[in-house]
T-cell receptor
Framework: DGGITQSPKYLFRKEGQNVTLSCEQN?????MYWYRQDPGQGLRLIYY???????QKGDIAEGYSVSREKKESFPLTVTSAQKNPTAFYLC???????????????FGPGTRLLVL | SQQGEEDPQALSIQEGENATMNCSYKTSINNLQWYRQNSGRGLVHLIL?????REKHSGRLRVTLDTSKKSSSLLITASRAADTASYFCATDKGTYKYIFGTGTRLKVLA
């Protein structure tokens, strides 16, 4: 059963706590992405990675960190520096088809992060 | 502001009617994609149209692209209650990342 999985579905964070959201794909895609979605809003890019051991900041990277040690995995850590972390977090992956060109993005089911 | 802006923000129609939503963008693109999101779920890819294409069909979906006006439209024909969702356009400027619009919330009434 191929696709992208995200866990957990719901995550609760206490003040001052770092939490990590998991994203795994078995589609053999090179590129992976993390987006944040606030209620009634579109998606904003947090981080993206085009290849293992390399990643780039997106538009709202402050307070977040990522790693890309394996092609299949792209975990996102929400640090205590992120003062307003409550949101829906979506992971996606895609195939690179050439320099600067992407194709369809495949999305995971999302993780909803709530602050206690 | 977002590269892609959908219009209208919300749309309510009766089952069987057609639904049209529009997307405008600001800079030149490689391709434009439309996605659907059911409430509380991830996004599902619907259709991709490249900058050298003007129209594309997939089942009940028809997408047009006008690069001179920097706009695209998504038409869903003979809508069903199951089409109720938010629809987003996403543009690829060739910078390894897509920029998503704020979405159109479609409600199809049975």
């Amino acid at each position: 059963d191929g696709g992208i999985t995200q866990s957990p579905k719901y995550l609760f964070r206490k003040e001052g706590q770092n939490v990590t959201l998991s994203c795994e794909q078995n589609l053999n895609h090179d590129a992976m992405y993390w987006y944040r979605q606030d209620p009634g809003q579109g998606l904003r890019l947090i981080y993206y990675s085009q290849i293992v051991n390399d990643f780039q900041k997106g538009d709202i990277a402050e307070g977040y960190s990522v790693s890309r040690e394996k092609k299949e995995s792209f975990p996102l850590t929400v640090t205590s520096a992120q003062k307003n972390p409550t949101a829906f977090y979506l992971c996606a992956s895609s195939i690179k088809v050439g320099w600067g060109r992407q194709e369809t993005q495949y999305f995971g089911p999302g993780t909803r992060l709530l602050v206690l | 502001s977002q590269q892609g802006e959908e219009d209208p923000q919300a749309l309510s129609i009766q089952e069987g009617e057609n639904a049209t939503m529009n997307c405008s963008y600001k800079t030149s693109i490689n391709n434009l994609q439309w996605y659907r999101q059911n409430s509380g779920r991830g996004l599902v890819h619907l259709i991709l149209i490249r900058s050298n294409e003007r129209e594309k069909h997939s089942g009940r979906l028809r997408v047009t692209l006008d690069t001179s006006k920097k706009s695209s439209s998504l038409l869903i024909t003979a809508s069903r209650a199951a089409d109720t969702a938010s629809y987003f356009c996403a543009t690829d400027k060739g910078t390894y990342k897509y920029i998503f619009g704020t979405g159109t919330r479609l409600k199809v009434l049975a």
